[in-house]
T-cell receptor, first 117, second 115 residues
Framework: AQSVTQLDSHVSVSEGTPVLLRCNYS??????LFWYVQHPNKGLQLLLK????ATLVKGINGFEAEFKKSETSFHLTKPSAHMSDAAEYFC???????????????WGLGTSLAVNP | NAGVTQTPKFQVLKTGQSMTLQCAQD?????MYWYRQDPGMGLRLIYY???????DKGEVPDGYNVSRLKKQNFLLGLESAAPSQTSVYFC??????????????FGDGTRLSIL
């Protein structure tokens, strides 16, 4: 079974400094990985996805993530944090639900990002 | 460009009452999902539907029922609400399949409190 571990429950950065949110996964085969963002009292928005086409994935709002198979990691980065980046971030891996044709998402517990002025 | 629409956005129930949470998507997606989100536990799958007319249990189905009579709608029912069902409920849709790994699109959630 696949699993996802977000290594930090809370990250605090200053505006204009780099962001690093860490995610490790376990998988018996090449996974599909996603990062979602959730702003307060809002739904979940897809930031980016990895599906084996390229190891460095670019997403919305300047975020990137690099898939490193040898380290089983999929860390999320951004060169310069903005106040509007303050939110909850979820690392997600896709797994097969059953022998049929459906998949499920396995969610990390989330990392809360605070951006200080 | 509505995407996934959930109604209601907020609801307060008394223990033992019943209600239905509604979800509609306008992206012609085959699959739809209901999750609950609780502090410290991330998102947990309640039920999913791979196609119109079919539904299957997820991780935490007890106390819930669902129906998918139309492709665009997925309903989540609580027959006899319990305080443990106080949560934020999210509906999602996608065209995921065994060999197709499209992301899920989410609604804004329904915040449900059971007193």
């Amino acid at each position: 079974a696949q699993s996802v571990t977000q290594l930090d429950s809370h990250v605090s950065v200053s505006e204009g400094t780099p962001v690093l949110l860490r995610c490790n996964y376990s998988s018996s085969y090449s996974p599909s990985l996603f990062w979602y963002v959730q702003h307060p009292n809002k739904g979940l928005q897809l930031l980016l996805k990895y599906t084996s086409a390229a190891t460095l994935v670019k997403g919305i709002n300047g975020f990137e993530a690099e898939f490193k198979k040898s380290e089983t990691s999929f860390h999320l980065t951004k060169p310069s944090a903005h106040m509007s980046d303050a939110a909850e971030y979820f690392c997600v891996v896709s797994d097969l639900l059953n022998a049929g044709n459906n998949r499920k998402l396995i969610w990390g517990l989330g990392t809360s990002l605070a951006v200080n002025p | 460009n509505a995407g996934v629409t959930q109604t209601p956005k907020f609801q307060v129930l008394k223990t033992g009452q019943s209600m239905t949470l509604q979800c509609a998507q306008d992206m012609n997606h085959n699959s739809m999902y209901w999750y609950r989100q609780d502090p410290g536990m991330g998102l947990r799958l309640i039920y999913y539907s791979a196609s119109e007319g079919t539904t299957d249990k997820g991780e935490v189905p007890d106390g819930y029922n669902v129906s998918r009579l139309k492709k665009q709608n997925f309903l989540l029912g609580l027959e006899s609400a319990a305080p443990s069902q106080t949560s934020v409920y999210f509906c999602a849709s996608s065209n995921q399949g065994r060999y197709s790994n499209q992301p899920q699109h989410f609604g804004d959630g329904t915040r449900l409190s059971i007193l």
